[in-house]
């Protein structure tokens, strides 16, 4: 049986999910940036354990934004989606670590604040659909889409993480 070490240098691009190496695209949206909750934020992210492998602020491009929300590009608020975005800036991160995709969508909660469970980052800090902050893949073949479209691959750091012996085994 491999250790973590050995099965995260063995996938450096996870083939299955539940590897430690299985990653995510999280990214705070302006409103959060706005109001000054990145720390409230990311520091969720970090003290559960995952591992952040790559970050980056910008205002990202009208046709990022259109690409990244592609699947929306028919419903009546994608327009407002798009514009909301593009305003920047966006604080785009590849978070990695067992089970990141489904559980970081759990940290979230729903969509609409307004039905995330007490205690989720939507519930806890966004009030409505249009303003909810935060952004995080919804599958893993989403995750790696979206990380190969706000990252190249040189931007994601491949570091050992002592504290990964407590975390992970
Ligand atoms: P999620 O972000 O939870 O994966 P979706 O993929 O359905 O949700 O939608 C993407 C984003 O589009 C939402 O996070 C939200 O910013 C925006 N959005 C979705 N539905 C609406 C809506 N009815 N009105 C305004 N914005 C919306």
Do not use: C
């Amino acid at each position: 049986k491999l250790n973590a070490d050995e099965v995260n240098a063995a996938t450096s691009v996870a083939g299955v999910e539940n590897t430690p190496s299985e990653r995510s695209f999280i990214a705070l949206k302006p409103d959060a940036i706005q109001r000054g909750l990145i720390a409230d934020i990311v520091g969720r992210l970090e003290r559960k354990g995952f591992k952040l492998v790559a970050m980056k602020l910008l205002t990202p491009s009208k046709e990022l934004v259109e690409k990244h929300y592609e699947d929306l590009k028919d419903r009546p608020f994608y327009p407002g989606l798009v514009a909301y975005m593009a305003q920047g800036p966006v604080l785009a991160m590849v978070w990695q670590g067992p089970g990141v995709v489904k559980t970081v969508r759990q940290m979230l909660g729903a969509t609409n604040p307004a039905q995330a469970p007490s205690g989720s980052i939507r519930s806890d800090f966004f009030l409505v659909t249009g303003r909810n902050g935060i952004h995080a893949s919804d599958a893993h073949a989403s995750a790696e889409a979206e990380i190969a479209l706000w990252f190249k691959p040189s931007e994601l750091v491949d570091w050992k993480r002592d504290a990964d012996q407590w975390i992970l085994s």
